[in-house]
């Protein structure tokens, strides 16, 4: 982390300079440890040449001990804050998951100043991992790849789908795996995964993803429910590993007996688009267009109606950039007409979804190299049948 | 349901007619479900009179499912959703969770409007629980109580505090906990619970409860870590089981063998000043008194400075609102001196925190009645000795 997170700075500063801005002042807490490695309560400014400073509310202690960031002090009180930034007019935040609230304190201890929407910014740097990352994220997909090849342990039919994500979840979490998954998107939330199998696997809902599952109730209406696992039924398990912060995201079909051969049919699909999308996932490959192919092919193999959600509600992408959150950029959607960058990461998870019968796809995370995507969830893609 | 949001609604259609507003919109998704009974992706617009309407973006099928709503559409054209807010001039909003984008977006669909913050409003609405509520939490209580009674049968010295928080987890989750836990404030975060034992249960960390935890990495600094679980320490259990979207908070301790002597005792005042604390918890009594009367039995037992977190970073606290999320009002603590409601829920957690030797303490939920607290965890306070 030594070098990383002044390279990040650095990244950002070219930015900040790029658009006339002053600095940037960060609240959000994956944001701050994306340029300084803790995730403690802070305020983090980098101005836009010198050196960022870190403002720490709690834990001072802890902060100091983590944080990559050579000033580090108190948050200090609202004049000496007020003094700290004098004379800075232009000043970049992230709008995207700053409340209100605190936009408004920001502003009353920061009168006069010009405050600017840095959220694409930010992102777009994100998006772009460094080799030290992307080993992170390699670390990551194995640890992820080894749980998912205990599945066989444990699933059965006559289980319902918590047991199933109950099973899962345990080793997951003695695998290294810390839960929490951070989402950016206003309205969305993820408890570490789906596990879903028949019929509930074609469940409406609020997640912007292909599956969503019927959930335990109304409150929670996402991800596996109390349904019972029955044989020759498609069980989905979508989860998300979470290590040093990296998210990494891959999906495994199971079946206990035998699929129908529609769903056979369509598991090949699923898997000849994910083959497609990978190979062109090569620096200058544009977003949309990878979303176009994906689309084009599930409509070739007559299954439009049922790519990537329920018909009607089909989520408009194929992929999704993984990091430090869930939903970072770029996402292979229509309008996402940016070019690939080498480095990037991301999910491919074409899906179908039948109503009634459940769903069925497949999904691995892939880094953007000159050669085409580098599989970073190294587990076969097959079906796994059992018993 | 059937009779709750309609009762919920009027209550805030009094505050918006106190307060002068025309009405209310929501988009955080915890506060729809709270009126409506769903959380599916929407808008809610909550007139000071007059029907509310529930207009949705995602998944609509299943929102006209679960909501209790009379009036429910997709989410309109931005010509069409101006028009009907047309001639609403004050408009509520929880600004306290609504990010600054979120913000933008609606000023500019509705311009020349005046925006008004009723996250005030909005919270001291929910920390009153109805009779339905509350059997829904006695209700998470007794799944939680049951989770905690079979500790025994897992925990064993050499095992590492990640894989019993792993194995309690994946009970709770059997046992119908849906795992996400909505927090409110800004920069707070929390994966289902907290399982320490020893040194790492006096951490230094952001999270805003007496005991922390060593987490994972410094990306998750918070929780169970890989720090083997040694015999005659003090392990703490603090979770939050979520049914049917409830919280329900608890905590309880373990030990492989023999606490000393100055634990042993510091458990006992805990005890004391959760008993004291909670015979008080009647209509009337000041939220800031019951905390001072906590802070003073902690200092009349020599134990002020290790009460409620790290010496120096303690928290300001002994108990906090439970509800639909784990932050919710009222707080008993400096500077909340208002006084109970008889139907508010509240976890009563006094806590000891000695550097180097771990935490300790006791928790529950509580429901303010004018008898006291009525206890929502309905299992024994004891330390409990395996082995």
Redesign the interface.
């Known amino acids: 982390m030594k070098t990383e997170c002044p390279a990040r700075i650095a990244r950002l500063q070219e930015k900040l300079q790029q658009n006339n801005l002053d600095g940037a002042l960060f609240?959000y807490?994956?944001d701050i440890?994306y340029f300084c490695?803790?995730?403690?309560?802070s305020t983090l400014w980098v101005p836009a040449q010198g050196e960022p400073l870190l403002l720490v509310r709690?834990?001072?202690?802890?902060a100091e001990q983590?944080a990559c960031c050579s000033a580090i002090r108190p948050f200090p009180r609202s004049a000496e804050f007020a003094q700290l930034l004098d004379g800075q007019r232009k000043i970049g935040?992230t709008?995207?998951?700053?409340?209100?609230?605190?936009?408004?304190y920001y502003s009353k201890l920061l009168p006069g100043r010009d405050f600017v929407?840095i959220?694409a910014i930010n992102r777009d740097l994100r998006a772009v991992k460094s080799a030290w990352e992307l080993e992170r994220m390699r670390h990551a997909g194995v640890q992820l790849c080894r749980v998912y090849a205990t599945v066989a342990d444990f699933l059965q039919p006559g289980m319902r789908e918590?047991?199933l994500?109950?099973?899962f979840?345990?080793?997951l979490?003695?695998a290294?795996g810390?839960?929490?998954i951070?989402m950016r998107a206003?309205?969305q939330?993820?408890?570490?995964g789906v596990a879903v199998s028949g019929p509930s696997g074609s469940?409406?809902?609020?997640f912007?993803g292909p599956v969503?599952g019927q959930?335990?109730?109304?409150?929670?209406?996402h991800g596996a429910s109390?349904a019972v696992i029955e044989k020759n039924q498609p069980i989905l398990l979508d989860y998300v590993g979470?290590?040093?912060?990296?998210c990494i995201d891959m999906t495994r079909m199971f079946v206990c007996g035998e699929l129908d051969e529609k769903l056979q049919n369509a598991f090949a699909v699923a898997c000849q688009i994910q083959a497609a999308v990978a190979e062109r996932l090569k620096p200058g490959a544009i977003c949309s267009e990878l979303f176009e192919l994906a689309a084009r092919l599930a409509e070739d193999a007559g299954l439009a109606e049922y790519f990537m959600g329920?018909p009607?509600?089909n989520a408009k992408f194929v992929g999704h950039g993984v990091g430090?959150e869930l939903d970072e950029m770029p996402v292979l959607a229509q309008g996402f007409n940016q070019p690939l960058v080498a480095g990037q990461a991301i999910a491919i998870e074409p899906k179908f979804v039948f109503p009634g019968l459940g769903s069925i796809g497949i999904e691995n995370s892939f880094a953007v190299t000159e050669h085409g995507g580098e599989k970073l969830t190294p587990l076969p893609d097959d079906l796994i049948q059992i018993c």
Do not use: W
């Open positions: 609240i807490p994956i440890y490695a803790t995730r403690q309560n709690k834990s001072y202690v802890r983590e935040m709008f995207d998951v700053m409340p209100v609230q605190q936009y408004n929407d959220s918590v047991d994500a109950a099973e979840e345990a080793r979490r003695k290294g810390e839960g929490y951070r206003f309205n939330e993820l408890f570490h469940s409406h809902g609020f912007d969503i959930g335990m109730s109304a409150a929670a209406p109390r979470v290590f040093d912060g990296y329920m009607g509600e430090l």
